[in-house]
Protein backbone atom coordinates (compact mmCIF):
# COMPACT_ATOMS: atom_id res chain seq x y z
CA UNK A 1 0.00 0.00 0.00
CA UNK A 2 1.44 2.91 -0.99
CA UNK A 3 1.43 5.81 1.89
CA UNK A 4 1.39 9.74 0.87
CA UNK A 5 2.53 13.09 2.70
CA UNK A 6 1.28 16.15 1.73
CA UNK A 7 3.18 19.72 2.29
CA UNK A 8 3.41 22.98 1.05
CA UNK A 9 0.77 24.95 2.25
CA UNK A 10 -0.25 28.26 4.33
CA UNK A 11 -1.41 31.28 4.59
CA UNK A 12 -0.90 33.86 1.27
CA UNK A 13 -2.80 36.99 0.01
CA UNK A 14 -5.29 36.67 -2.71
CA UNK A 15 -3.07 36.57 -6.10
CA UNK A 16 -0.47 34.71 -4.75
CA UNK A 17 1.04 31.85 -4.94
CA UNK A 18 2.20 28.08 -3.94
CA UNK A 19 3.50 24.93 -4.07
CA UNK A 20 2.77 21.79 -2.77
CA UNK A 21 4.47 18.25 -2.51
CA UNK A 22 3.45 14.48 -2.34
CA UNK A 23 6.02 12.28 -1.39
CA UNK A 24 5.10 8.63 -1.92
CA UNK A 25 6.37 5.72 -0.32
CA UNK A 26 5.70 2.33 -1.41
CA UNK A 27 5.21 0.52 -4.51
CA UNK A 28 2.60 0.85 -7.38
CA UNK A 29 3.05 4.68 -7.33
CA UNK A 30 4.86 4.87 -11.31
CA UNK A 31 1.74 3.00 -12.92
CA UNK A 32 -1.16 4.68 -11.64
CA UNK A 33 -2.61 8.52 -12.09
CA UNK A 34 -2.10 11.00 -9.54
CA UNK A 35 -4.22 13.65 -8.86
CA UNK A 36 -4.75 16.52 -6.11
CA UNK A 37 -7.96 16.85 -4.24
CA UNK A 38 -8.99 19.76 -1.99
CA UNK A 39 -11.92 19.58 0.61
CA UNK A 40 -12.84 23.23 1.36
CA UNK A 41 -14.72 23.86 4.79
CA UNK A 42 -18.07 22.26 4.98
CA UNK A 43 -18.02 20.76 1.25
CA UNK A 44 -17.04 17.69 -0.05
CA UNK A 45 -13.65 16.52 -1.43
CA UNK A 46 -12.99 17.27 -5.36
CA UNK A 47 -10.68 16.12 -7.93
CA UNK A 48 -9.20 19.66 -9.36
CA UNK A 49 -5.70 18.16 -11.16
CA UNK A 50 -4.36 15.06 -12.68
CA UNK A 51 -1.32 13.87 -14.39
CA UNK A 52 -1.02 9.75 -15.86
CA UNK A 53 2.13 8.13 -15.58
CA UNK A 54 3.14 9.38 -18.86
CA UNK A 55 2.51 13.17 -17.82
CA UNK A 56 -0.90 13.85 -19.77
CA UNK A 57 -2.42 16.45 -17.29
CA UNK A 58 -6.45 17.61 -16.81
CA UNK A 59 -7.64 20.05 -14.50
CA UNK A 60 -11.07 21.28 -13.68
CA UNK A 61 -12.12 24.43 -15.20
CA UNK A 62 -11.54 26.44 -11.84
CA UNK A 63 -8.09 26.07 -11.89
CA UNK A 64 -7.66 26.25 -15.54
CA UNK A 65 -4.78 28.60 -16.57
CA UNK A 66 -3.31 28.90 -12.67
CA UNK A 67 -2.46 25.77 -11.63
CA UNK A 68 -0.14 23.20 -12.65
CA UNK A 69 0.45 19.49 -11.76
CA UNK A 70 3.54 17.51 -12.20
CA UNK A 71 5.31 14.30 -10.95
CA UNK A 72 8.49 12.68 -10.34
CA UNK A 73 8.81 8.75 -11.12
CA UNK A 74 11.81 8.56 -10.09
CA UNK A 75 11.52 9.96 -7.28
CA UNK A 76 7.97 9.07 -6.02
CA UNK A 77 6.49 12.56 -5.57
CA UNK A 78 3.65 14.89 -7.24
CA UNK A 79 3.57 18.69 -7.15
CA UNK A 80 0.81 21.47 -7.94
CA UNK A 81 2.06 24.98 -8.57
CA UNK A 82 -0.30 26.96 -7.69
CA UNK A 83 -1.11 30.85 -9.15
CA UNK A 84 -3.02 33.86 -8.86
CA UNK A 85 -4.69 32.21 -6.01
CA UNK A 86 -8.02 33.51 -5.19
CA UNK A 87 -10.15 33.52 -1.62
CA UNK A 88 -12.17 30.22 -3.62
CA UNK A 89 -8.83 28.10 -3.40
CA UNK A 90 -8.95 27.69 0.31
CA UNK A 91 -9.25 24.18 0.96
CA UNK A 92 -7.58 21.12 2.38
CA UNK A 93 -5.48 19.50 -0.06
CA UNK A 94 -4.52 15.76 -0.76
CA UNK A 95 -3.13 13.78 -3.29
CA UNK A 96 -3.96 10.42 -4.30
CA UNK A 97 -4.10 7.70 -6.86
CA UNK A 98 -6.62 8.51 -9.64
CA UNK A 99 -8.57 5.00 -10.21
CA UNK A 100 -12.36 5.69 -10.06
CA UNK A 101 -13.72 4.80 -6.43
CA UNK A 102 -10.35 3.10 -5.75
CA UNK A 103 -7.72 5.04 -3.17
CA UNK A 104 -4.37 4.98 -1.59
CA UNK A 105 -4.82 5.71 2.58
CA UNK A 106 -5.29 9.47 2.63
CA UNK A 107 -3.10 11.34 3.98
CA UNK A 108 -3.29 14.55 6.76
CA UNK A 109 -3.60 16.76 4.01
CA UNK A 110 -1.85 20.43 3.70
CA UNK A 111 -4.10 23.27 4.18
CA UNK A 112 -4.17 26.06 1.76
CA UNK A 113 -5.30 29.59 3.16
CA UNK A 114 -6.56 32.59 0.77
CA UNK A 115 -6.68 35.85 2.50
CA UNK A 116 -5.86 39.07 2.85
Known amino acids: QVQLVESGGGLVQPGGSLRLSCAAS????????MGWYRQPPGKQRELVAA???????HYVDSVKGRFTISRDNAKNTVALEMNMLRPEDTAVYYC??????????WGQGTQVTVSS
Open 96 to 105: NVVAGTYYYN
Open 51 to 57: ITSGGST
Open 26 to 33: GRGFSINA
